[in-house]
């Protein structure tokens, strides 16, 4: 039955969830019980999905989920705080942000900026995506 439609028509079928805007990222990407709701880097992280083009969120969504679909309400992205030891403190800023897509959490680095969390996740997708695809 599937086949009635072209490798594009079934990929833009998969993918047609990936719409979103604030109110939805709200909901679908939270930060965990070591985070409080206002902490910084939960925001640039949502402002850097707002910004991203299709592509980008795409293979952000298989990085965090190892899905192609957007996950639900019930199971959404949390962020939680990366582990690191004190020796690491000073180099939060270079160090990459890491998931477990079978929990759908994403450890994000206590990066100092908004351009340095952009710079650090975007490098963390592109290396995945060469990885595995």
Request: aromatic share 10%.
């Given at each position: 039955?599937?086949?009635?439609?072209s490798?594009?028509?079934?990929?833009q079928?998969?993918?047609?969830?990936?719409?979103?805007?604030?109110?939805?990222?709200?909901?679908?990407v939270r930060?965990?019980p070591?985070?409080?709701?206002?902490?910084e880097?939960?925001?640039?992280?949502?402002k850097?999905?707002?910004?991203?083009?299709?592509?980008?969120?795409?293979?952000f969504?298989?990085?965090?989920?190892?899905?192609?679909?957007?996950?639900?309400?019930?199971?959404?992205?949390?962020?939680?705080p990366?582990?690191?030891?004190?020796?690491?403190?000073?180099?939060?800023?270079?160090?990459?942000?890491?998931?477990?897509?079978?929990?759908?959490?994403?450890?994000?680095?206590?990066?100092?900026?908004?351009?340095?969390?952009?710079?650090?996740?975007?490098?963390?997708?592109?290396?995945?995506?060469?990885?595995?695809?």
């Amino acid at each position: 039955m599937l086949s009635v439609f072209s490798p594009e028509e079934m990929q833009q079928k998969l993918w047609s969830d990936l719409q979103w805007d604030e109110i939805k990222l709200e909901k679908i990407v939270r930060p965990g019980p070591m985070w409080p709701e206002d902490k910084e880097q939960i925001n640039w992280l949502r402002k850097e999905m707002l910004a991203m083009d299709m592509p980008q969120r795409r293979a952000f969504i298989k990085f965090v989920t190892a899905s192609v679909c957007m996950p639900p309400e019930e199971n959404p992205i949390i962020v939680h705080p990366q582990v690191t030891s004190r020796k690491d403190m000073e180099d939060w800023d270079r160090k990459l942000p890491t998931c477990r897509t079978c929990a759908n959490y994403l450890y994000l680095p206590p990066y100092s900026s908004h351009l340095i969390l952009q710079e650090r996740l975007g490098k963390a997708i592109w290396e995945e995506h060469i990885a595995f695809d």
